[in-house]
Every structure is written in C-alpha cells, then in structure tokens.
C-alpha cells in the first residue's frame, strides 16, 4: 500500500500563487508516474499535471488549462511532488488530489484550493 500526503492548499486572491505538496510513503515500488488531478462542483475530475518516469529522464504533462501558469516537480529521493500554481483564476477553484501510479493507481484525499477576492 501507498499512501499519499498532500498540503498546501487554501484561500488565496485572483492572481495569486499556492504551492501544493504531496509526499507518498509505504510500499513503494517503481513509481511510474506522480501528479495532481482536480474536481471542481458538479464537475468531472480532470487532469492538472503529471510526471511521468521513463528510465533516467521523465516527461511532464499538463491540463489545457493550467499550460503557462502551473509547473510540476518532483523530488525522487524523497518520493515528492510539487505543484507550483502562478496566476490563479476563480475557475481554478477545486479539490486538488495527488496521484501516482505503482504497480496501481493510488490516490490521496484531496486538497482544497478557492480563489477568490
């Protein structure tokens, strides 16, 4: 089993920045890949970011919405990821879940994150 921990999310003005983290712990073996997903109110999930490992190097992928304003990283050594949210938007507002993929999907609770003036 794997368990994901993420922090960082809160209440913050249009235009404003947040950092996400999000650390899995447990029975990891090989991660395959690591991100963010987001669900907004009567909306489905989709996807924010994620990076994905190819032997020594990794590829990231991001959500239409989020190319320019939000970077994903990750600290292999300490099987983390960030997210980096630049110039948030109201249509930004949702719960954050952290995802990562070792031998299955794993996912954590959630992270809200409102923009809002």
């Known amino acids: 089993q794997v368990q994901l921990v993420e922090s960082g999310g809160g209440l913050v003005q249009p235009g404003g920045s947040l950092r996400l983290s999000c650390a899995a712990s447990?029975?990891?073996?090989?991660?395959?890949?690591m991100g963010w997903y987001r669900q907004a109110p009567g909306k489905q999930r989709e996807l924010v970011a994620v990076i994905i490992s190819r032997g020594a190097a990794s590829a990231t992928n991001y959500g239409d919405s989020v190319k320019g304003r939000f970077t994903i990283s990750r600290d292999n050594a300490k099987n983390t990821v960030f997210l980096q949210m630049n110039s948030l938007k109201p249509e930004d507002t949702a719960v954050y879940y952290c995802?990562?993929?070792?031998?299955?999907?794993?996912w954590g609770q959630g992270t809200q994150v409102t923009v809002s003036s």
């Open positions: 995802y990562c993929y070792s031998l299955r999907e794993y």
């Open positions: 447990g029975s990891i073996f090989n991660i395959n890949s």
